[in-house]
């Protein structure tokens, strides 16, 4: 498989080089960041940057395992930086570090780096480490491939139609390796997925989040991956843990351990939760989320690929990733006592409004899904997306097809 670009972030990446900020990209572990470093180095290069002005170091390679403390690295750099000049450096998984934001302020204050780092755990950006770089940062927050990148992977391959390549992107997900291997075979992306998901929970939540039920953490992993879309609290999840632990005989979980797994979970951008939002008083509602997964293939590599699957809410998946990918924030909207599926502020402080359907060829549904849509006194833009063909408008509310959204034609 060709190397997809991710043409967003390294637009992103050059927009910000030589800027005095440190270019910090975060994600879920394998969703391409290392990729994406390497890219931006071979720019680099290609543009006439000398080679001895890049320093690059994966702190999860075995040959820089010796490398722990802040102060040693921080002079192995130092070391191989070339005065009077701008020097390029780029620090993979640098969570492994301890006090690792005392290295990354360290090295910016020199003036002559431009500083790179990928993390795959939220708590990179605690609130420590926000103090300590306010002002010096920027975070990039990159997931799995969106749909157009994932077609592009499959450029020199047999054609197939598109609708096919969308279901094998629902099933199997977008992370760059299993998408890879699940050209070799679809068993072989969902070892792979397997592998991703253990060490997620294995090594980055269980050893370094001093979690110490695993059983239980795995519990409300699967509870959350089989209710994307669904409103859940740390009360509810734990009301149906202690419901099952009375069947089986294993022991109940509290809404505060709920909480705390729900976090790690967060922290390790295995999910993403979106917030609900009065679209007539602008209020942030407190009460419940929605959770979505940041990957699809995930959930049905741990849940299995049931005929009889919600598709409204794994499409709702699909479009709540890519509008984070095209910025902005997303809010899940209550107007009256109806729900819209999301509302989005872009970078800009402009509004508009998502409702989101498998199909509304049935004149009921479509009369459901327009409702909330109908409520919304303002001219910010409506939309309604489902797998249909037909693209109406219906007062002012645009009916498009999701894979033509998606594909932005």
Request: charged content about 25%; some cysteine; glycine content about 6%.
């Amino acid at each position: 498989m060709k190397t997809i670009s991710r043409e967003n972030y390294l637009q992103t990446l050059r927009g910000l080089q030589d800027k005095q900020l440190i270019k910090v990209v975060t994600g879920v572990r394998r969703c391409g960041k290392s990729t994406l470093l390497r890219l931006r180095r071979q720019e680099l290069l290609e543009s006439g940057v000398d080679k001895k002005r890049i320093v690059a170091l994966n702190f999860e390679e075995p040959e820089n395992s010796y490398l722990k403390d802040w102060h040693e690295i921080y002079e192995v750099i130092s070391k191989r930086l070339v005065a009077n000049d701008m020097n390029y450096v780029f620090l993979d998984e640098v969570q492994y570090i301890e006090d690792f934001e005392k290295l990354l302020v360290g090295l910016e204050t020199k003036g002559n780096v431009d500083l790179y780092v990928t993390g795959s755990n939220a708590r990179m950006l605690s609130s420590e480490l926000a103090t300590l770089l306010t002002g010096r940062s920027y975070e990039i927050n990159m997931l799995p491939l969106s749909f157009a990148e994932y077609l592009s992977a499959f450029e020199d391959e047999p054609p197939v139609t598109v609708e096919q390549r969308f279901a094998d992107y629902i099933n199997y997900g977008g992370f760059p390796q299993a998408t890879e291997l699940f050209m070799v075979g679809p068993s072989f992306a969902d070892s792979y997925l397997e592998g991703v998901y253990n060490t997620i929970i294995g090594r980055d939540i269980m050893k370094r989040g001093k979690v110490s039920d695993q059983p239980s953490l795995e519990k409300v992993s699967r509870y959350l991956f089989d209710n994307i879309g669904n409103f859940s609290s740390p009360n509810k999840i734990a009301g149906v843990l202690s419901d099952e632990a009375r069947k089986d005989g294993s022991s109940k979980t509290s809404h505060h351990t709920v909480s705390a797994y729900v976090k790690a979970l967060e922290d390790s951008y295995l999910f993403y939760s979106v917030g609900r939002l009065h679209i007539k008083g602008k209020e942030q509602l407190r009460t419940q989320e929605k959770y979505y997964a940041v990957d699809l293939g995930l959930r049905n590599m741990l849940l299995g690929r049931e005929a009889d699957v919600d598709m409204g809410h794994i499409l709702e998946n699909v479009v709540y990733l890519e509008l984070l990918r095209r910025g902005g924030t997303v809010w899940v909207g209550k107007t009256g006592n109806k729900e819209v599926d999301f509302v989005v502020q872009d970078k800009d402080g402009y509004t508009s409004y998502y409702q989101v359907s498998n199909s509304t060829n049935e004149a009921a549904t479509l009369k459901r899904e327009l409702a909330p849509l109908q409520m919304i006194n303002d001219n910010n833009p409506k939309y309604l997306l489902t797998t249909d063909k037909d693209e109406p408008v219906y007062s002012g509310i645009r009916k498009i097809n999701v894979l033509n959204w998606l594909l932005k034609k």
